[in-house]
């Protein structure tokens, strides 16, 4: 997602969120997201990247809808509202995607638009090939300063890594 979330530092390290909207390790992996957010704001950019999986009926069509959700300014909210309903997002479909828009506040009307005519479609694909390239295979799935912390295994302390690496490229800022 091209939205990152607070608006970065020109020199913040850079936390790719490899994440798949209808994964309930991805909604649970939400908590440490949100502690990360809290604890380093603007001096940590957190980028969402999408790796829509294929058992996930839905993913691709959420991925593409969490794109849109970024070009109207509410991509972090957005998925975070879908993240929160994979269970309903499973049974409903697409129509649930553009529902959670219009709770949001945001152009429904324009994100049906968007799931027909497939803008964000390009953005999805490279990302999901980027992430084929450097080795991801489930989410979530985190990259920070060249090392890829597998979260699909297990969260287990995998925010304490990050935090670990996120602190280390900090101080070196700052050195």
């Given at each position: 997602m091209s939205e990152s979330s607070p608006a970065p530092s020109v020199t913040?390290?850079?936390?790719?969120?490899?994440c798949e909207l209808q994964c309930p390790d991805c909604r649970t992996a939400l908590d440490d997201v949100r502690?990360?957010?809290?604890?380093?704001?603007?001096?940590?950019?957190?980028?969402l990247r999408h790796f829509p999986l294929e058992k996930h009926k839905h993913a691709f069509a959420a991925a593409q809808a969490a794109e849109e959700a970024a070009e109207q300014g509410q991509g972090w909210a957005y998925?975070?509202?879908?993240?929160?309903?994979v269970e309903e997002l499973d049974r409903r479909g697409e129509p649930l995607l553009v529902e959670i828009a219009g709770e949001l506040g945001l152009d429904a009307e324009e994100f049906d638009?968007?799931?027909i005519d497939g803008r964000h479609i390009l953005v999805v694909d490279a990302d999901q090939a980027e992430g084929k390239a450097i080795g991801v295979t489930g989410t979530p799935t985190y990259v920070i300063d060249g090392e890829?912390?597998?979260?699909?295994k297990s969260q287990e302390g995998l925010r304490e890594r990050i935090?670990?690496?996120a602190d280390r490229l900090l101080a070196a800022q700052r050195a």
């Open positions: 913040a390290p850079v936390l790719e969120v490899w502690a990360l957010r809290a604890r380093y704001g603007d001096r940590l950019e957190l980028r998925v975070e509202a879908v993240l929160g309903r638009t968007a799931l890829r912390l597998d979260g699909g935090e670990e690496i």
